[in-house]
């Protein structure tokens, strides 16, 4: 994994122009699976990076599709065979991004189940002292 990209003392109010500028650094179509403690700020970071305020949350429904972005939740998923059932890659046909809330534990599967096609990234989000946010954007090799 190497270190693309890193914003310090991020507040919630910085999140649109941190989507912007993510979304000029990555290269679609690709998988970003955001990482961090439960409260990080996942959800509303994508929320911020779709550009629709009340953008429903896949915590229940596993997988969201809006315009050119899948945005998935495995918090649930217990087994790595699990993922099979989904049909990942029918949702990503004609996508450009697909963020993951809690998808590093199954990157291998992820990885094998979309193929090469997708570019790999990781959205790493700190909590810090100041109860503000550390953002890291690591490509995946």
């Known amino acids: ?10 507040l919630e109010s910085d999140l649109a122009n941190i989507a912007t500028e993510l979304k000029e650094v990555v290269q679609p179509p690709c998988v970003i699976i955001l990482e961090g ?3 990080a700020g996942k959800t509303t970071f994508t929320r911020a990076f779709i ?3 009340g953008a ?5 429904s596993l997988i969201n599709e809006i315009d050119n972005i899948v945005h998935a ?10 993922l099979i059932h989904l049909e990942i ?8 991004y697909f963020l993951i809330e809690w998808g590093m534990p199954y990157l291998y599967e992820l990885q094998r189940i ?15 002292e100041q109860k503000s946010r550390n953002f890291t954007l690591n490509k995946i090799s």
């Open 114 to 128: 979309i193929g090469d096609e997708f570019k790999f990234y990781q959205l790493k989000i700190e909590i810090n």
């Open 1 to 10: 994994m190497s270190s693309i990209r890193t914003w310090k003392k991020v």
């Open 37 to 39: 403690p439960v409260g």
């Open 73 to 82: 939740d495995l918090y649930r998923i217990e087994k790595k065979e699990e």
């Open 56 to 60: 429903p949350s896949p915590t229940y």
């Open 51 to 53: 550009e629709r305020e």
């Open 89 to 96: 890659p029918m949702y990503l046909e004609e996508k450009d």
